[in-house]
C-alpha cells in the first residue's frame, strides 16, 4: 500500500456518512435498522424494480404455460378419442403450439431479466465493500484476515445473488400459478381443488421452512466456514517459506485439511436437507394427483364428471407442482445468502477508524506546516498509550528522524499524520487547523510517503509507478525514477519500463522494490515525505547505499524519516529518540552526541538498542 499516492484520481464519496454509493449510483444502507441483510441489499434493487417486475411476469408465464401445456395437452388427448370433428380440437392444437412456444420465451425473458439485476446488484456491492474496505485500511481492518476479506468478497457477493434469482421471482410465480391451477381445478371439481389446494401449500410452505429448519445450522455456518477456510489457505500459502523453515507445515496443513473437513460437513448437510425436500415434494406431488385422480374417477362414476375434464383436472393438479419443485433448495439457498449478506454488512457496519469532518475544510494548497502538541495515542480503550505527550514541528523544508527501538511509536506517529488513527489526546494541526477538520483523503494528497513494507503489484514497473499518478508522462516517471536512483537500472533491462516485476515484486531484489516505492512516493509528491523505515529487509552496504540516496532525494523537502538506521543522521535537522511511546532524547546529531542519553548508546555496536 502506498501512504498517499495513488489519491489523485476521482473517488467516489458518499452524499451522507450513513451510505455508501455503489457503481450504479444506488447506495448501500450502513444503518442496521430492522437487522435483516437480505432486506438491506434488495433495497439497492429499487432503481431496478421494473426488471424485477417483468421477471416474475415471464416466471409466471413461463411456469403457467408448462401447466397449461400439460392441461390442454390431456384435454386435447381425450377429446380426440372421442373421434370428433377436426374443427372441434383445432383451439386445442394451436394453444399446445403457442404455449410450447410461450414457454421458451417467457423462461428466456425472466432469467435474462433476473439475472441482470442481480449482476447489476453485485457490482454495487462489491465497489461498495472495496470502497468501504479502502476507508477502513489500514487501522480498521486489524479485526479481519485477509483471506476471509476475500472470501466476502467474492464468495458471500456471489451468495447473495440467490436473493434475486430464487428468491423473488420463483416465489411470487409459483403463487400466481399454483392459484391458477387451484381454479382451474375448483371450477371442474371443488374435491379435487381444495386437494390440490392443501397439496401445494404443504409442498411450497412447509416442506422449505422444514428444511431450512433442518439445515439452519449448515447454513448459518457455511459462510462463516468458507471465510475461515480461505484465510487458512491464504496464510498456508504467503508464509510457506517460513512454514518450511521451521517446520511447521504438517500443522499448517492439517488446519487447512480441518477446515476444510468442517465446511464439507456443513455442505452435506445442507445437501441432505435439500434431498429430503425434494424428496418429500415428490411424494406430495404423487398423493396429491392420487387424490384428485381418484375423487375424479369417483365423480366420473357419479356422473358429474365426464372422461375430459378428468383428464384435465388430473394432468393440471400434476403440472401444478412444477411450481413449487424447487421452492425446497430455494429456501436453503436463501437461508445461506443471508448468512452471506451478514458478513458483507459486518464490513459495510465497520467503525471508520477515524471521524471524517461533516464540512471538512478545503485541501491546503503549497507548502503545509504540521505541528504536533501532547498527542497521546492508543489503539484500544484502556490498552496502554501508544503515544504520550510527543511535540514535533514539521515545517516547510525540515527534515526529523525518529529512532528508537521497535515498538517504541515511531510508526504511530505515521499513522496520526496520515489519518489512519486519530490521537486521544493532544493536538495534530496542519497549516494552523485541528487536521481532524480536512477530510482524511485531502491530508493523505498532501502528506504522503512509502510504509515499512511498500506493496508492489504482479505488473510493470510503469504500472507500479504510475499507481502515484495515473496520468504522469514518461518524463515525469524518468525523473522520479532518476531521484530515486532507479533509473539506470531500468533503462539496463531488455523490456526497460515494460518489465514484469512478478507478484510482490518476487522477480526484483529488495533494493530494487524499495527504491521503487521511493519513487513512487516522490511521484506524488506530497508536501511532506514520510519515510518509514524504508532501508528494511536489506542487507547493510544496501541500507547504507539507499539511506544516502534517500537523503539526497529529500534535500529541501519537509520530511519524516522513521529508521533504524544511523547513518546519514547528521544531515537532519532533529533527531527525536521515541521509547515507549515518550520522547527519551532530542536534538541535533551534534547535541546528541555530546550528550549521555540513549542516542551514543544507540551507535555503539553492542548496544542493546539495536533492533
Known sequence: ?????????????????????????????????????????????????????????????????????????????????????????????????????????????????????????????????????????????????????????????????????????????????????????????????????????????????????????????????????????????????????????????????????????????????????????????????????????????????????LAVVTLTALAAFEAVTAMPAAALQLSAARASAGRICAVLDAPDPVAEPVAPRPRPAGPVHVRLRGVQVRYEPGAPLALDGLDLDLRPGRRVALIGPSGAGKSTVAAVLLRFCDPVGGMVTLNGDDIADFAADDVRAVIGGCPQDPHIFGATIRDNLRLARPGATDDKLSAAAARARLLPWIESLPQGWDTQVGAHGAAISGGERQRLALARALLADPALLILDEPTAHLDPEARRVLTTDLLAATRGRATLLITHEMQGLDQVDEIIVLDHGQVAQRGTHEQLLRADGPYRLMREPLSFWRP
Open 1 to 309: 500500500m502506498i501512504m498517499a499516492a495513488g489519491r489523485h484520481g476521482t473517488t467516489v464519496q458518499p452524499d451522507a456518512p450513513d451510505e455508501f454509493v455503489g457503481s450504479a449510483g444506488s447506495a448501500v444502507p450502513r444503518s442496521t435498522v430492522d437487522g435483516r441483510p437480505l432486506l438491506r441489499l434488495l433495497r439497492l434493487a429499487r432503481p431496478m424494480r421494473g426488471r424485477l417486475l417483468l421477471s416474475v411476469v415471464a416466471g409466471a408465464a413461463a411456469t403457467g404455460c408448462g401447466v397449461g401445456l400439460l392441461a390442454v395437452s390431456g384435454f386435447l388427448l381425450a377429446r380426440a378419442s372421442e373421434h370428433p370433428n377436426i374443427i372441434a380440437i383445432s383451439v386445442a392444437v394451436v394453444a399446445v403450439r403457442a404455449l410450447s412456444v410461450g414457454r421458451g420465451v417467457s423462461r428466456y425473458v425472466e432469467r435474462l431479466a433476473s439475472h441482470d439485476v442481480a449482476f447489476r446488484v453485485l457490482a454495487d456491492i462489491r465497489v461498495a465493500i472495496y470502497q468501504r474496505l479502502e476507508r477502513l485500511a489500514p487501522a480498521g481492518l486489524a479485526v479481519f484476515r485477509s483471506g476471509d476479506l476475500l472470501a466476502r468478497l467474492i464468495s458471500d457477493v456471489d451468495a447473495t445473488q440467490d436473493l434475486f434469482i430464487r428468491g423473488i421471482g420463483p416465489p411470487l410465480a409459483a403463487v400466481l400459478v399454483g392459484a391458477g391451477a387451484v381454479t382451474v381445478c375448483l371450477l371442474i371439481l371443488a374435491p379435487a381443488g381444495a386437494v390440490l389446494a392443501l397439496g401445494l401449500l404443504v409442498a411450497g410452505a412447509a416442506l422449505p421452512q422444514m428444511a431450512v429448519v433442518v439445515s439452519r445450522r449448515a447454513a448459518r455456518g457455511s459462510a462463516a466456514a468458507r471465510g475461515e477456510l480461505g484465510a487458512t489457505v491464504t496464510d498456508l500459502l504467503s508464509g510457506a517459506a517460513d512454514l518450511h523453515a521451521f517446520g511447521a507445515q504438517d500443522a499448517a496443513l492439517a488446519a487447512a485439511a480441518a477446515a476444510d473437513e468442517q465446511l464439507t460437513a456443513l455442505a452435506k448437510r445442507s445437501a441432505t436437507a435439500a434431498g429430503l425436500g425434494t424428496g418429500l415434494i415428490m411424494a406430495i406431488s404423487g398423493l396429491t394427483v392420487w387424490g384428485v385422480l381418484v375423487l375424479g374417477v369417483a365423480g366420473v362414476a357419479g356422473g358429474t364428471l365426464t372422461r375430459v375434464p
